[in-house]
């Protein structure tokens, strides 16, 4: 009896473990052309009909994703697109640029519901679950803000001890606000009092991007050192550093929803006048597919170094990037096989 129940077990691991393979099995299928301007930011909507693509030509380009035809066009930011995000329900899309405005747009009708002035150029927006707060952060102040979308009002101010906060996200609970920085550190905040939570080091060059696992257990944070950082959420304990494996700026990073599988996509880019971070085309970057329980890669794919975004749909059927200089100026579609 043990032998079977043994045996049994084992085929249920292996039976995962090849789901898990199969999971990241994605090919190119599509390439997006049909807009002017560099991609400078993807966002999905939660249904996974519509996909998002803010562009240097101060437009957001709305696709169906059934088709992979663009549907509506929108232009209403001051500058470059840089930073999108949907609210959980899908009834709001935020977008910000390189002149400190941010839209929130009711996507119903793709007409701006409210507008503000964000501390600095936006380089990232997040939704918190309930959609009741936007946070917004980038450019060369040392804070973030926390927008009160119901109240159309600031909510809090994020300080940093540690630089301008260039990545932001929410923990899946909402409870918690984790931002990198240019000084290398990742900073958690409380949501309700904004009050400085945890400092994490790890990094030695600054953090470009940050995400939670769906299940809010693991932080992953990327930065300038090309290094990877998977963390502890609950304690911010470095679980596993990726060092060495990547050869450039890491400038995505996007989990697959549901499981504990992310991708991370390098760039090469460079500080600008005013910390305008721009990108430099050619072959020899990649994006790399890790499993964060294990910190183990799982798949490797070469792309343009000019990649400036890549999101996952949330259904985990197409992963997607975008390239934001050179002649790779467009959107590549991926899909699981």
């Known amino acids: ?47 996974g009909k519509t996909m998002v693509i803010g562009t240097s030509e101060k437009k957001l380009v709305i696709y169906n994703v059934a088709t992979w035809q663009i549907t509506t066009t ?16 899908g009834k709001l899309l935020a977008s910000g640029d390189r002149k400190k405005r941010v839209c929130i747009f009711d996507t119903t009708t793709w007409k701006v519901s409210q507008k503000f002035k964000a501390y600095d150029d936006v380089e990232a927006l997040a939704f918190n ?26 909510s809090k101010t994020l300080t940093s001890r540690y630089g301008d906060v260039r990545t932001i996200a929410f923990s899946p609970d909402g409870t918690q606000v984790a931002g990198g920085t240019s000084n290398n550190k990742v900073v958690l905040w409380e949501t309700a009092s904004g009050s400085e939570l945890k400092v994490m080091e790890g990094h030695s060059r600054s953090v470009q991007t940050i995400t939670y696992s769906p299940d809010g257990k693991y932080l992953v944070s990327g930065g300038g050192d090309n290094a990877i950082m998977i963390w502890d959420a609950k304690t911010g304990k470095v679980l596993n550093p990726i060092v060495g494996a990547h050869s450039d700026t890491i400038c995505a990073l996007s989990f697959i929803p549901n499981t504990t599988i992310f991708v991370a996509g390098e760039c090469k880019i460079f500080l600008g006048p005013f910390f305008t971070p721009s990108y430099v085309a050619g072959d020899g970057c990649k ?20 990649l400036s975004s890549a999101a996952v749909s949330p259904d985990g059927k197409y992963f997607v990037t975008g390239n934001a200089t050179g002649p790779g100026q467009y959107v590549t579609v991926y899909e699981k096989k």
């Open 1 to 47: 009896m043990k032998k079977i129940v043994l045996l049994l077990s084992l085929f249920f691991f292996l039976s995962i473990s090849s789901a898990f393979s199969a999971s990241v099995n994605y090919e190119k299928v599509k390439t997006l052309v049909g807009y002017t301007g560099e991609v400078l930011s993807i966002a999905f909507s939660p249904d």
């Open 287 to 306: 994006v790399i597919f890790w499993d964060a329980e294990t910190a183990k890669p799982l798949k490797t794919i070469k792309t343009n170094c000019s």
């Open 129 to 154: 679950p309930d959609g009741s707060l936007l946070a917004a952060a980038g450019g060369g102040k040392e804070k973030a803000m926390l927008w009160d979308v119901k109240n159309d009002e600031l």
């Open 74 to 89: 929108v232009e209403e930011n001051n500058s470059r697109v840089t930073a999108l995000a949907f609210s959980r329900d």
